[in-house]
Each structure stands twice: as structure tokens, then as C-alpha cells.
């Protein structure tokens, strides 16, 4: 009798332990798979823009086009700049971006320095440079081609 009363303090202790790893295993997996749907969203929205950009690229000079992307909650703002120049501006995230990429011309600067990335889009100069463009759920610009790239603008 005495040894049953032994072990049941200590199967306790044994299903505390199981359950606090279970919890932790499980967390981190949440955790790893937001930031994953973070990097897709932003992925989602880089294809998205050259998409667009290479639609108008190939329609005639002086077309253009209002595009509304979609964009994570994360994001709160998109800059293009003209990497052929050198750059001057204010905003210090878009400079330390440009500064540590500086063959790319679009800029996503998040709330948080993980959600900042940046990328070459092909054919894309905007004629004002840096331009920014704040967003809350979605990107609206207006893109046009100017016959050698496509620029963008505000709408």
C-alpha cells in the first residue's frame, strides 16, 4: 500500500513535466508558422508588384494603370527609389535599407526591423525619388510607362 502512494506523487510529477513540454513544443510551432505566413504575404506581394509592373512595361508608352495591392498589416510603408541616383532622405529605415541594398529600388518597411525587407524590380524607376507611400491594408499607386521603364506615382 505504502509503495502505491510512493508512485503516485511521482506519475504526477512525470505528467507535469510531459505537459509543459507538449506546451512549449507547441508554441514555438505557432510561432514559427506566423512568421512564415509573414515572409509569404510579403512574397505574395513582391510577385504581385512586378506583375503588374511587367504588364504595364509591355503595353505602349504613356499607358498606365491604378494598381491596389493588398499588403500585410505589418507593413506600414512602401518606398520606391531610383537606384541609379544617390539617394537623400529623412526617413533613417529607408536610408540603412538603401545603404545595405543598394542595387534595389523598392523598399518595405514594417513595424517591427524583421518585417523590413527590400527588392529589384525590374524596369521600375520612379521619377520622384525616394517616393513613399503609406499603407493600412493595401498599396495604392499608379503605375505608367515612360517607354525605357515604368514609373511610379501617387494616385
Not at 508512485?7 to 507538449?22: E, G, K, N, R, T
Not at 515572409?39 to 503595353?59: A, M, P, T, W
Not at 512602401?78 to 534595389?104: E, I, M, W, Y
Amino acid at each position: 500500500m505504502k509503495k502505491a502512494i510512493v508512485d503516485l506523487p511521482l506519475i504526477y510529477i512525470f505528467a507535469l513535466i510531459v505537459s509543459a513540454l507538449i506546451l512549449v513544443f507547441g508554441l514555438t510551432q505557432v510561432f514559427k508558422l506566423k512568421s512564415s505566413a509573414e515572409q509569404i504575404e510579403i512574397g505574395q506581394f513582391k510577385l504581385s508588384i512586378e506583375k503588374q509592373i511587367d504588364e504595364i512595361y509591355n503595353l505602349d508608352k504613356g499607358s498606365s494603370l491604378e494598381v491596389i495591392i493588398p499588403v500585410t498589416e505589418k507593413i506600414k510603408e512602401v518606398c520606391f527609389v531610383d537606384n541609379t541616383k544617390t539617394l537623400s532622405t529623412t526617413n533613417a529605415k529607408l536610408g540603412d535599407l538603401a545603404f545595405l541594398n543598394p542595387s534595389h529600388n523598392v523598399f518595405i518597411i514594417g513595424e517591427d526591423l524583421n518585417s523590413d525587407k527590400s527588392f529589384n524590380a525590374e524596369h521600375l524607376k520612379p521619377d520622384i525619388s525616394p517616393i513613399c507611400f503609406s499603407t493600412k491594408g493595401k498599396l495604392n499607386i499608379i503605375l505608367e510607362n515612360k517607354g525605357r521603364y515604368v514609373s511610379v506615382d501617387k494616385k
